[in-house]
């Protein structure tokens, strides 16, 4: 989500019907709530004990991944493919929307399909797919682990075992137009109501005349999901608590939720965000639309293009989220590497994985699209702080990031809280009633088996 430049947030809901099917296709682990990951669920039983992938196999592989909206990931590929030219990796770009993506590789799974050999999954699948044992453990031991982000790492475990490897990692900033601020006399909005003050002072400048206020990833998919999880932490409260169990029942997420319903309804978003996706909202950001947009980092390499895409090139900054009364907190996103159970040449795969999710890689990825890397010393580099000013931002907000409910029948999970929080901004029903409906069928979703 679960999300990088390709698949930010893990995007979408699976139908209910892939889901149900899905589940009926699952080990008795499936039910086990992947709270276990961060060493909770004590009562759970483990997974069906899978050893390391088996380092045998070697020929032509295939990296399954969301669609590559940067059209970098196939020269990083060419790179690979030149020095091992009996080891080709094929490039098998997925749809841009990540329910979409989800619903392919669990079909490719159902049917023990050896199509993709790579995946490159939104983290918070890696729990329901090693729960299925559609993906393989991996030798931790042969990865730098130590040099990344402890949670970032973390987000490829399941049961203690690693599963996935971080490609990427990623933290919801908050570009804004430095220029009207300062012309306004404004500053970086730590809170939603200092956001709303500075909206209305831009608004009475010239330049400031049918800019919408605010925008983030509001339309019905995994973006929802990531936007209603960070209003909820950043109003103090939490979608599913240190238990396992949902969680929304509480003031702090009336206010959150209120606070996108609000935003619809005052004007505070523009009508039109209430379908925007990633893409979406950057475009409406590089063309000069918005004042402050949520988006993940990859947006600053593209709005500062100076080929004429971007009217706000040079004219913006980053700042962390804000929340209710102080800054906010970001949901984890980013991508991490899998093998997948049923394919071959497993050999050449985590080799592959070793070279793909390597500093050096995570290095040239940063430079070319701005995606935030996993490794930590990458944020305190000078040369790459001068050229990044927003690592330290991103740096801050990725210490303080927490995932998106982390349940093994994710995709019901996320659909519950997209139906209704959708209901809420839509004005369908109101923010309690959305909230009573979500906290019924989310915990149904957790207790399903």
Same mark, same amino acid.
């Given at each position: 989500?679960?999300?990088s430049?390709i698949?930010? $947030?893990?995007?979408?809901?699976p /139908?209910?019907?892939?889901?149900?099917?899905?589940? %009926?296709?699952?080990?008795?682990? /499936?039910?086990?709530?992947a709270?276990a990951?961060?060493?909770?669920?004590a009562?759970?039983?483990?997974?069906?004990?899978?050893?390391?992938?088996?380092?045998?196999?070697?020929g032509?592989?295939t990296? =399954?991944?969301g669609?590559?909206?940067?059209? $970098?990931?196939?020269?990083q590929?060419?790179r690979?493919?030149k020095?091992?030219?009996?080891?080709?990796?094929?490039?098998?770009e997925?749809?841009?929307s990540a329910d979409?993506? %989800?619903q392919?590789?669990?079909?490719? =799974?159902?049917?023990k399909?050896?199509?993709?050999?790579?995946?490159?999954?939104?983290?918070?699948?890696? *729990?329901?797919?090693?729960?299925?044992?559609?993906?393989?453990?991996?030798?931790?031991?042969?990865?730098?682990?130590?040099?990344? &982000?402890?949670?970032?790492?973390?987000t490829?475990e399941?049961?203690?075992?690693?599963? /996935?490897? @971080?490609?990427?990692?990623?933290?919801?900033? #908050?570009f804004?137009r430095?220029?009207l601020?300062?012309?306004a006399?404004?500053?970086?909005?730590?809170?939603?109501k200092?956001?709303k003050?500075?909206? =209305?002072k831009?608004?009475?400048?010239?330049e400031?005349?049918?800019?919408?206020?605010?925008?983030?990833?509001?339309?019905?998919?995994?973006?929802?999901?990531?936007?209603?999880?960070? *209003?909820?932490?950043?109003?103090?409260?939490?979608?599913?608590?240190?238990?396992g169990?949902?969680?929304?029942?509480?003031?702090?997420?009336?206010?959150?939720?209120?606070?996108?319903?609000?935003?619809?309804?005052?004007?505070?978003?523009?009508?039109?965000?209430?379908?925007?996706?990633?893409?979406?909202?950057r475009?409406?950001?590089?063309?000069?639309k918005?004042l402050?947009?949520?988006?993940?980092?990859?947006?600053?390499a593209?709005?500062?293009a100076?080929?004429?895409s971007?009217?706000?090139?040079?004219? !913006?900054g980053?700042?962390? &989220?804000?929340?209710?009364?102080?800054?906010?907190?970001?949901?984890?996103?980013?991508?991490d590497?899998?093998?997948s159970k !049923?394919a071959?040449?497993k050999a050449t795969?985590?080799?592959?994985?070793? !070279?793909?999710s390597?500093?050096?890689?995570?290095? $040239?990825n940063?430079?070319?699209?701005?995606? *935030?890397? @996993?490794?930590t010393?990458?944020?305190?580099e000078?040369?790459?702080?001068?050229? !990044?000013?927003?690592?330290?931002? #991103?740096?801050?907000?990725?210490?303080?990031?927490t995932?998106?409910?982390?349940?093994?029948?994710?995709?019901?999970?996320?659909?519950?809280?997209?139906?209704? =929080?959708?209901?809420?901004i839509?004005g369908?029903?109101?923010?309690?009633?959305?909230?009573?409906?979500?906290?019924?069928?989310?915990s149904?979703a957790?207790?399903?088996?």
């Amino acid at each position: 989500m679960s999300s990088s430049q390709i698949s930010r $947030t893990g995007a979408g809901a699976p /139908a209910t019907g892939q889901a149900r099917t899905a589940r %009926r296709a699952r080990a008795a682990a /499936a039910a086990l709530l992947a709270t276990a990951l961060a060493g909770c669920g004590a009562n759970s039983s483990k997974p069906s004990d899978n050893s390391p992938a088996e380092s045998s196999g070697r020929g032509p592989i295939t990296l =399954a991944t969301g669609k590559d909206t940067t059209g $970098t990931i196939q020269g990083q590929l060419d790179r690979w493919n030149k020095k091992h030219p009996d080891e080709k990796v094929k490039l098998v770009e997925l749809p841009e929307s990540a329910d979409q993506q %989800r619903q392919q590789f669990i079909q490719n =799974a159902q049917t023990k399909s050896d199509a993709y050999t790579v995946l490159n999954l939104d983290p918070i699948w890696v *729990a329901e797919f090693a729960a299925n044992q559609w993906i393989d453990e991996l030798p931790a031991k042969d990865f730098p682990l130590d040099k990344m &982000l402890p949670a970032v790492v973390k987000t490829g475990e399941y049961f203690g075992k690693q599963y /996935a490897i @971080p490609f990427n990692t990623n933290a919801g900033l #908050l570009f804004y137009r430095k220029d009207l601020l300062d012309k306004a006399g404004a500053q970086p909005p730590t809170t939603w109501k200092a956001m709303k003050a500075a909206c =209305a002072k831009v608004e009475k400048l010239p330049e400031g005349k049918g800019i919408g206020c605010y925008a983030g990833q509001f339309d019905k998919y995994e973006g929802l999901t990531v936007n209603f999880s960070e *209003a909820v932490t950043s109003a103090g409260g939490t979608v599913v608590d240190a238990k396992g169990k949902a969680a929304v029942d509480s003031e702090a997420a009336k206010k959150g939720l209120r606070f996108l319903a609000d935003g619809f309804k005052d004007g505070t978003f523009p009508k039109e965000a209430s379908t925007y996706q990633e893409e979406d909202g950057r475009r409406a950001f590089q063309a000069g639309k918005l004042l402050f947009h949520r988006q993940w980092p990859y947006q600053w390499a593209l709005a500062n293009a100076k080929d004429g895409s971007s009217k706000v090139a040079g004219k !913006f900054g980053v700042a962390p &989220l804000p929340g209710l009364d102080g800054p906010g907190k970001s949901s984890l996103g980013g991508l991490d590497l899998a093998v997948s159970k !049923f394919a071959k040449n497993k050999a050449t795969a985590l080799d592959f994985i070793k !070279f793909f999710s390597s500093e050096q890689n995570a290095r $040239t990825n940063l430079k070319a699209t701005s995606a *935030a890397p @996993p490794y930590t010393a990458l944020y305190d580099e000078p040369t790459l702080r001068e050229r !990044f000013p927003y690592l330290a931002t #991103l740096k801050q907000s990725l210490n303080s990031a927490t995932p998106r409910p982390v349940v093994v029948q994710y995709g019901d999970a996320t659909a519950a809280i997209q139906e209704s =929080a959708a209901a809420a901004i839509g004005g369908k029903k109101s923010v309690d009633d959305a909230l009573a409906e979500m906290q019924r069928n989310l915990s149904a979703a957790i207790a399903e088996k």
